[in-house]
């Protein structure tokens, strides 16, 4: 089941509230996992949202945000059977065509797997916002405070085999348990995020408008710890994040501090009447502490001597300023823009793997777009369009790490792409909205030096042979990852009245997106062919009295089309994600 409610009202003329409560309980998941026989691939899901809203005066404003939300699931954690792909005879994972019988409890059944420990994904976070505004004559004043605290569990078995090997769980504070199955054991922590904004907008009438503001944010990111072993042990968890590191093979504790100041303007100018032209820039300064540790017990698992390997205490700093630039002409019923802008992502750590080479340095994209925008046939036919060109110096490329299994980042590349897009909203008739999206991109790798791939080990004459192998590629040239080159989608949305006030409702929409790798080795067990989804609803709408009564139908993915949505290489296995399956329900809501 799914619902959701809405509710809101005012307690006085200068204070108003809302709050919203929405969550879903799966029941039965979309896979199996093949060793215990248990239900993987679902979710559940709970979302508490307040606003209250002070009017202090008739051009001061106080709204305060706070906000819940917890999830239990096991899809960030389950990964399936590659298509093609056999189960290994020990501690080898999925290998490809192996030539040993697969064991009878094998599958090809995309959402299920092999695990001997349990897959589970657990977040919880709380927070709030505070907005406060003024209104002036001339300009508005905003200041935007938040405030977050979150933790998360995650578990899955990390060769996706029944084989005893490698088994992963991120185990937060506060948290008491036992699983004699689990091998590898973490928190993945995000203690604190605190972030301020201040902005300042003209609202005056003149040629001139602009924007001039400052964004604060300091946050602490945190694995506490990760504890690495190779065999079924018993973890020992104990309160507020205290875990035994003397319970693991290996442990490793890190975090990253950040402190990051953004200041920012922008100016737009109305030359005439049809041409504005607009202006922007950003000044990015973030500095980052890492802090990480790495435990070896040598005595592990009959004895309790750990000792420090390695113990990493540095920080790193990144300014960089980001501009944009763009221009306007307004047309009877259309306008033409152009504009260039600079991105930036800072750069990184890898807190869960200390002894890895760092930091990660910025990266850096250039983008460029010329478009258009229009509202024809006395506005039923909306026809926007745009061609697009950027290129990125240091993308950060994430691989999994050998040890851990979770993702490292690099500077793995230097990329660009190009391509258009067209959106169409055409009204036919009353009641009735055509819609239609098409986009084309070509991307590729301009350079991609020293990247270390994992492709499918072959014989002399390219056919498979089992496993995976470390080895140098070279990908210039290649696609970026998960990058379709086309996609399309078209749909309907149409209501007719059946009297007695009531409408009928009918939505339709069809998806379909070319061929994408989910690897750089263009593995073909990792290679999702073109495919095509489609969603439907028919609903009826009820309005009485003071109340609007809505019953619909549903369906989503109606072929029941299977999609590889995610997958990679590590410990010489391949692991595969899948969307849902097809899912169909009845909703009912009430409006008052």
């Known amino acids: ?261 953004g200041i920012y303007a922008q100016l737009n100018y109305e030359v005439t009447d049809r041409l504005n032209l607009t202006v922007g820039a950003r000044h990015n300064d973030e500095e980052k502490d890492h802090y990480g540790e790495v435990y070896v017990n040598t005595s592990w698992p009959t004895g309790a001597t750990p000792f420090r390997a390695i113990r990493i205490d540095n920080d790193d700093s990144w300014t960089t300023p980001t501009w944009h630039l763009s221009a306007s002409y307004d047309f009877e019923h259309a306008m033409v823009y152009a504009s260039y802008n600079t991105g930036f992502k800072s750069g990184a750590y890898n807190v869960s793997s200390p002894s890895a080479p760092g930091p990660v340095e910025e990266e850096l994209v250039d983008s460029y777009e010329i478009g258009f925008k229009s509202d024809l046939l006395d506005g039923r036919l909306r026809l926007n369009g745009n061609v697009f060109y950027w290129q990125t110096d240091d993308m950060q490329f994430g691989v999994l790490s050998e040890v851990t299994g979770t993702a490292i980042l690099q500077n793995a590349a230097e990329a660009e792409a190009k391509g258009l897009e067209l959106e169409l909203t055409y009204l036919p008739t009353e009641g009735m909205t055509l819609f239609a999206n098409l986009g084309w991109i070509d991307s590729e790798y301009t350079s991609f030096p020293n990247y270390v791939g994992r492709p499918p080990q072959v014989d002399e004459n390219g056919n498979p042979i089992g496993g995976t192998a470390v080895t140098p590629l070279d990908v210039e040239g290649e696609p970026v990852i998960k990058s379709p080159e086309h996609t399309i989608s078209v749909g309907m949305f149409y209501e007719h009245p059946v009297g007695d006030g009531m409408t009928l409702e009918f939505n339709l929409d069809v998806t379909h997106k070319g061929e994408a790798y989910n690897d750089i080795e263009h593995t073909d067990t990792l290679k999702q062919d073109s495919y095509a989804l489609a969603n439907a609803s028919v609903g009826l709408r009820i309005p009485r009295n003071d109340r609007v009564y809505k019953i619909t139908a549903w369906g989503r993915n109606l072929a029941d089309e299977t999609v590889l949505v995610g997958g990679s290489s590590v410990f010489n296995t391949q692991r595969a994600r899948y969307n849902s399956p097809r899912t169909y329900g009845v909703r009912f809501s009430v409006d008052f």
């Open 1 to 261: 089941w799914e619902g959701k409610f809405f509710v809101s009202g005012a307690f006085s003329d200068r204070v108003l509230a809302s709050l919203s409560v929405a969550g879903q309980e799966q029941g039965e998941g979309f896979g199996t996992n093949r060793v215990s026989g248990k239900d993987i691939v679902h979710e559940d899901y709970l979302s508490v949202r307040g606003r209250l809203v002070f009017k202090v005066t008739d051009n001061f404003e106080i709204e305060l945000a706070p906000y819940y939300n917890e999830l239990d699931s096991s899809n960030a954690a389950v990964n399936g059977v590659p298509k093609g792909a056999r189960p290994a005879t020990a501690n080898g994972g999925l290998f490809f065509d192996l030539t040993p019988a697969p064991p009878a409890n094998f599958t090809t059944k995309p959402r299920d797997a092999y695990y001997n420990a349990e897959p589970i994904y657990r977040f919880e976070e709380t927070g709030a916002s505070l907005t406060m505004t003024y209104d002036h004559d001339n300009f508005e004043l905003v200041s935007i405070t938040n405030y977050n605290e979150s933790d998360a569990l995650i578990g899955g078995d990390i060769d996706t085999t029944d084989a005893i090997g490698w088994a992963i769980a991120f185990v937060p504070g506060g948290v008491n348990g036992t699983n004699p199955t689990v091998n590898f054991a973490a928190s993945y922590d995000y203690p604190e995020f605190l972030s301020q904004e201040i902005r300042l907008t003209s609202t005056g009438d003149g040629p001139l408008q602009w924007v001039v503001g400052a964004y604060y944010q300091d946050s602490t990111d945190a694995y506490d710890p990760i504890g690495v072993y190779l065999t079924p042990h018993q973890p020992r968890w104990s309160h507020q994040g205290d875990i035994d590191i003397a319970a693991y093979a290996q442990s490793i504790v890190g975090s990253v501090t950040l402190e990051a100041l």
